[in-house]
């Protein structure tokens, strides 16, 4: 019992499950994760490792990213996408109708990322798009905005 004991006492340390989670699942799969880091942990100790608990998680976690950094990824990393989306030739064309509407819109990608004075998102449709990037965009600023700076 006093193994148990220690472990819940150090888990309520560095706690990773939600007290108001409404997906019970998720809340045993994060107790176990926890648990599992506990034991990782125990052995490391066992094999004579000198790193307190929360080191110990932080060198974890550091690990745990620098080894999803070298998986490949479905998504265009974004500096490559920026370059292209700097450089190259783009032209506003029509949003393609779909279905029985009697024009098709999108929203504007960079009005969208503006916010008015009471702090809310700004929501602004066009029919206008650039099709090599596959975003749309208001025709008159917009579109030289979204293709001149780099910070979208």
């Not at 150090?10 to 939600?18: A, E, I, K, W």
């Not at 809340?27 to 506990?38: E, S, Y």
């Not at 819109?105 to 929501?123: D, L, Y």
Request: glycine share 8%; charged share 25%; with cysteine.
């Amino acid at each position: 019992m006093g193994g148990v004991d220690k472990s819940y006492q150090c888990l309520s340390y560095y706690p990773s499950t939600r007290s108001r989670q409404r997906k019970y699942y998720k809340k045993i799969f994060r107790h176990l994760l926890d648990q599992a880091v506990w034991n990782a942990f125990v052995l490391y100790k066992k094999n004579g490792g000198d790193l307190k608990h929360v080191a110990f998680r932080m060198k974890l976690i550091e690990r745990l990213c620098e080894e999803g950094r070298g998986l490949p990824s479905s998504k265009i990393p974004k500096s490559i996408e920026n370059v292209a989306r700097l450089t190259g030739r783009h032209f506003p064309s029509l949003v393609t109708s779909t279905g029985n509407k009697k024009y098709s819109a999108r929203k504007c990608a960079v009005c969208c990322s503006k916010t008015n004075g009471n702090g809310k998102r700004v929501r602004r449709e066009t029919r206008f798009e650039c099709e090599v990037c596959n975003v749309g965009l208001c025709a008159a600023p917009c579109f030289q905005i979204y293709h001149t700076q780099s910070v979208f």
